[in-house]
């Protein structure tokens, strides 16, 4: 199994940063070389991609929305992941869920193998 455990959410003022992480556990994350990424959803919407890294840290994808702004990384002899966000605006307000997964194709599709429970994110204008 895989645990995945967010944290580093909050309030935050437009224009302002914030850094998401997540800590992952268990065997099969242990056992597996699995990719991960991030995903949010807003009030009222779907969940949406956001960012997505390979194992090894050498590949990163990003939706247009966040291209530039945010940037996703890892470490995995700390099994943590993180998302710095900058220059947040209030549209970028979402519960924001880290996932993992052993292929990184699934996890940019939407289809990871592991979900965490998410953490909020909001910014006001």
């Known amino acids: 199994q895989v645990q995945l455990v967010e944290s580093g959410g909050g309030l935050v003022q437009a224009g302002g940063s914030l850094r998401l992480s997540c800590a992952a556990s268990g065997r099969t994350f242990s056992n597996h070389a699995m990719a991960m990424g991030w995903f949010r959803q807003a009030p009222g919407k779907e969940r949406e991609f956001v960012a997505a890294?390979?194992?090894?840290?050498?590949?990163?994808y990003y939706a247009d929305s966040v291209k530039g702004p945010f940037t996703i990384s890892r470490d995995n002899a700390k099994k943590m992941l993180y998302l710095q966000m900058n220059s947040l605006k209030p549209e970028d307000t979402a519960v924001y869920y880290c996932?993992?997964?052993?292929?990184?194709?699934?996890?940019?599709?939407?289809?990871?193998?592991?979900w965490g429970q998410g953490t909020q994110v909001t910014v006001s204008s």
């Open positions: 996932a993992a997964g052993l292929t990184t194709w699934g996890v940019r599709t939407g289809t990871p193998d592991y």
């Open positions: 890294v390979s194992w090894s840290g050498s590949s990163t």
